[in-house]
């Protein structure tokens, strides 16, 4: 287990944590721990999503391996409903990337699909609900006219959206997700040239017969460990095989300096540390000593230690509530701050509070903020004597 304490919904349970063994070690370590799993578990009880995309890959481990059990039949039932998914999800978008390929708008796939073709090599192994798309900023606007030509909607970001977020849904005539990108992740620097970085390296990737592009292996795993070591309602297990299937197939293609720099450059050395760190002690991935040395040693700044305590905090310190609510827009407003000084950061923040609540102007923050009291004192059964009027 990681050294540094995170919580409950950023590391695995002790079940999903059995399962990823059964889908990920050798031999009779994986067989182990699959039958300590199923005397742990419920088969009638529902599963989390996060575990459910688990277990297509259970089962083609189990089933390389010889494993004979009454339960491999579902879960080959899953395996190949995730087959069946996954194609019909990428025969969905298919389309859209030659299309957008067409109108030679530069187009970097991130995730899931490059993880499903070019390292697991089996779309049935790697789940996915959506397809990641990156373009450059300057092409958004053409990029979401493609999209509406072929019957696909979503927002068109402008504005603050465009300087506060990194992406859109966008949603095909059958309900296909597509999740657009200008910037290729939520912690990538606004108006910053580090986010170029992925399209400067990216290497070829062929789509269904159209060629795109995807993150190198040092950028596909600090997007992958990244975007995995945060907390989420549902914990995100779905980082751990990934990052692991990129360093068995490509870790001798990672460039470690390299990593130890977007860190920096991201802010996001302790995240880093932290999922690289469970990889090595969990399940012995194939990390150099050194680069875990030099992250350990790097120092973390203010900001970064401040955003560490909301994205890393347990369910009982923060979730949900006002206060982690207020320290989660102030984690994210910190991280897309121009402000060099704290009065700017403050005046910057109220604005910044506006556009998260959808307010015209700062001055109905008040308002919102005294509404926000009264539906918390009414919940908790403290019902305020004295009337509020709600805005008009």
């Known amino acids: 287990m990681a050294t540094d304490h995170a919580g409950q919904y950023v590391w695995p349970s002790s079940e999903q944590q059995l399962l990823l063994k059964a889908g990920l070690l050798d031999e009779q370590h994986a067989v182990d721990a699959f039958h300590t799993w199923r005397s742990r578990v419920r088969l009638e009880d529902d599963f989390s999503a996060a575990t459910i995309r688990l277990l297509p890959l259970v089962y083609h481990n189990l089933h390389e391996l ?14 190949r409903h995730s087959w069946y998914g996954t194609h019909r999800l990428l025969h969905s978008v298919e389309p859209v990337i030659a299309e957008l390929a067409s109108a030679d708008i530069p187009v970097l796939l991130t995730k899931g699909v490059p993880l499903a073709l070019s390292y697991y090599r089996n779309p049935a192994l790697r789940p996915m609900a959506d397809v990641d798309v990156v373009v450059p900023e300057p092409r958004l606007s053409q990029a979401l006219g493609v999209l509406a030509s072929l019957g696909w909607r979503g927002e068109r970001p402008e504005g603050e959206a465009l300087r506060f977020r990194h992406a859109v849904q966008v949603f095909g005539p059958d309900g296909a997700e597509l999740d657009l990108h200008w910037r290729p992740m939520y912690e990538s620097p606004a108006d910053s040239p580090a986010a170029d970085s992925f399209f400067a390296t990216a290497e070829p990737l062929d789509f269904r017969g159209t060629m795109v592009r995807q993150p190198d292996p040092t950028h596909a795993l600090f997007l992958t460990v990244v975007h995995g070591v945060r907390w989420n309602v549902e914990t995100p297990v779905r980082w751990i095989p990934d990052a692991l299937t990129i360093l068995r197939s490509r870790g001798s293609d990672v460039g470690w300096d390299r990593l130890h720099h977007l860190a920096v450059t991201y802010r996001v050395v302790r995240r880093l540390r ?30 970064e230690r401040f955003e560490c305590s909301v994205v890393l905090a347990d369910d009982g310190t923060l979730n949900p509530s006002a206060f982690r609510n207020q320290m989660s827009c102030l984690a994210e407003y910190a991280r897309h701050s121009p402000a060099r000084n704290p009065l700017s950061f403050a005046w910057g923040y109220t604005h910044y509070l506006r556009y998260r609540l959808g307010l015209s102007g700062r001055r109905e923050l008040l308002s919102r903020i005294v509404q926000g009291v009264r539906r918390r004192a009414v919940a908790n059964g403290h019902e305020p004597t004295e009337h509020i009027e709600d805005p008009a």
């Open 66 to 79: 010889g494993v004979d059990d009454p339960l491999m039949r579902r879960l080959k039932g899953v395996y």
């Open 274 to 303: 932290l999922g690289l760190s469970y990889l090595a002690q969990s399940f012995g991935a194939p990390i150099p000593v050194s680069a875990q040395a030099r992250l350990r040693s790097m120092r973390t700044s203010l900001f």
